[in-house]
């Protein structure tokens, strides 16, 4: 996991020094058996208890990974207070996708009540096997150049078993909704309930099948701008990746009717590592920082603590250096921010707290929003460290 960091090829290939790869192969396949026993009997409809930190889209970055493990559970998760919830998209793009979604499954196995997934578009066999789309960035030419053609697609395969069990959803404290992508119409309609996310196949191997299933792992909100033009009477439309989108209407009828207070998704690639949209209703995470924007576009990774009834995001700083070394983890603290921007209907301008921190303690300086270009009005960046 810490090998090789400083390079620019995949942690993991056949001429890794010391790789067994018949007994890696076998190491992936029993870790993904594994852990599609437990993911099986797990609701489809999580109910998590804060405190909890979120991380959304990984797609393959050791990187980014390693980042947050050192600042999130560096002494391991099951000696981290709180649960851990990651909103999908392990695999694709990034060139480590086979060591990324190893770790991931194998801290499951070792943490099966503090560390969760729920499903993203890329644990489907139509997006991940796509190596006409994502070339070297696929997993599935990723397993094939690790484990040759055959075993590479047995191991894809059995990895992707797994995927259909995954949980489709989360909430926190019964207060915020978590998804990899959005709201269904479907769970919008006068007779509708959560039950229908509970009552969903287990295991689901054609998610495109269940319409409802679909649009929580592709949908997006749609950008005010838009709203007009894009949306139908009830909120929603479709988007321009193809998939359905939803605005203003549809989301406040949602958060009413299931009394949540604010949404947590992944989905969309955020500059900043964490975005805020739709009238401050909806944060989207994205937890790693390469594979999505031009080479000449910095961008960073973000997480978020939902805990005590404020959401508490942690964005890693981008530095000049080639080496980012991180420590601890740290927090604005409530006193210096507006107190209405910690309650979860109220965040009008989200805090960040850029990382990384170095002990003794955190000096806050005001941050400049024109680095990462954050299309929020007057948002507040905070460096700590």
Same mark, same amino acid.
């Given at each position: 996991?810490?090998?090789?960091?400083?390079?620019?090829?995949?942690?993991? +290939?056949?001429?890794?020094?010391?790789?067994?790869? +018949?007994?890696?192969?076998?190491?992936?396949?029993?870790?993904?058996?594994?852990?599609?026993?437990?993911?099986?009997?797990?609701?489809?409809?999580?109910?998590?208890? $804060? @405190?909890?930190?979120?991380?959304?889209?990984?797609?393959?970055?050791?990187?980014?990974?390693?980042?947050?493990?050192?600042?999130?559970?560096?002494?391991?998760?099951?000696?981290?207070?709180?649960?851990?919830?990651?909103?999908?998209? =392990?695999?694709?793009?990034?060139?480590?996708?086979?060591?990324?979604?190893?770790?991931?499954?194998?801290?499951?196995?070792?943490?099966?009540?503090?560390?969760?997934?729920?499903?993203?578009?890329?644990?489907?066999?139509?997006?991940?096997?796509?190596?006409?789309?994502?070339?070297?960035?696929? =997993?599935?030419?990723?397993?094939?150049?690790?484990?040759? #053609?055959?075993?590479?697609?047995?191991?894809?395969? %059995?990895?992707?078993?797994?995927?259909? %069990?995954?949980?489709?959803?989360?909430?926190?404290?019964?207060?915020?909704?978590?998804?990899?992508?959005?709201?269904?119409?479907?769970?919008?309609?006068?007779?509708?309930?959560?039950?229908?996310?509970?009552?969903?196949?287990?295991?689901?191997? =054609?998610?495109?099948?269940?319409?409802?299933?679909?649009?929580?792992?592709?949908?997006?909100?749609?950008?005010?701008?838009?709203?007009?033009?894009?949306?139908?009477?009830?909120?929603?439309?479709?988007?321009?990746?193809?998939?359905?989108?939803?605005?203003?209407?549809?989301?406040?009828?949602?958060?009413?009717?299931?009394?949540?207070?604010?949404?947590?998704?992944?989905?969309?690639?955020?500059?900043? $590592?964490?975005?805020?949209? %739709?009238?401050?209703?909806?944060?989207?995470?994205?937890?790693?920082?390469?594979?999505?924007?031009?080479?000449?576009?910095?961008?960073?990774?973000?997480?978020?603590?939902? #805990?005590?009834?404020?959401?508490?995001?942690?964005?890693?700083?981008?530095?000049?250096? @080639?080496?980012?070394?991180?420590?601890?983890?740290?927090?604005?603290?409530?006193?210096?921010?507006?107190?209405?921007?910690?309650?979860?209907?109220?965040?009008?301008?989200?805090?960040?707290?850029?990382?990384?921190?170095?002990?003794?303690? @955190?000096?806050?300086?005001?941050?400049?929003?024109?680095?990462?270009?954050?299309?929020?009005?007057?948002?507040?960046?905070?460096?700590?460290?």
């Amino acid at each position: 996991f810490r090998h090789g960091f400083s390079t620019n090829v995949p942690l993991l +290939s056949p001429n890794t020094p010391e790789m067994d790869i +018949s007994a890696l192969k076998d190491c992936v396949l029993a870790v993904s058996n594994h852990c599609r026993r437990r993911t099986i009997s797990e609701p489809r409809l999580l109910e998590l208890p $804060g @405190p909890c930190h979120v991380l959304g889209d990984i797609h393959g970055n050791l990187l980014d990974l390693e980042f947050f493990a050192r600042c999130l559970w560096p002494a391991g998760p099951e000696a981290a207070a709180g649960n851990f919830l990651f909103l999908g998209d =392990f695999v694709d793009r990034g060139k480590d996708s086979i060591a990324a979604i190893g770790y991931i499954m194998a801290m499951k196995i070792l943490n099966p009540k503090k560390w969760w997934m729920i499903r993203g578009n890329h644990e489907t066999r139509e997006v991940n096997g796509n190596i006409d789309h994502y070339q070297d960035g696929s =997993f599935l030419r990723q397993c094939h150049r690790l484990f040759g #053609e055959i075993d590479g697609q047995r191991v894809w395969e %059995t990895v992707n078993t797994f995927f259909d %069990t995954l949980p489709l959803a989360a909430s926190i404290d019964g207060k915020v909704f978590c998804v990899h992508g959005g709201i269904p119409r479907s769970l919008c309609t006068e007779e509708a309930s959560l039950d229908m996310i509970r009552q969903v196949e287990n295991p689901l191997r =054609f998610a495109s099948n269940n319409r409802m299933v679909y649009d929580m792992l592709w949908s997006d909100p749609t950008p005010p701008a838009r709203e007009s033009q894009a949306l139908d009477g009830e909120g929603f439309g479709q988007s321009p990746r193809g998939s359905s989108c939803f605005g203003k209407q549809a989301l406040e009828g949602f958060l009413e009717k299931y009394r949540f207070e604010h949404i947590l998704r992944g989905h969309e690639a955020q500059k900043s $590592g964490v975005g805020v949209n %739709t009238d401050s209703r909806i944060t989207t995470i994205f937890s790693t920082s390469s594979d999505h924007f031009p080479g000449e576009i910095r961008a960073s990774c973000g997480s978020v603590l939902v #805990e005590n009834g404020q959401m508490k995001p942690m964005v890693k700083k981008i530095d000049e250096s @080639p080496t980012l070394k991180p420590t601890y983890a740290g927090y604005v603290e409530p006193t210096d921010l507006p107190q209405q921007v910690h309650s979860y209907a109220n965040l009008t301008s989200i805090p960040v707290a850029w990382n990384t921190v170095h002990p003794p303690g @955190p000096q806050m300086q005001q941050f400049t929003s024109q680095l990462h270009g954050m299309a929020q009005p007057n948002p507040r960046y905070y460096y700590v460290g």
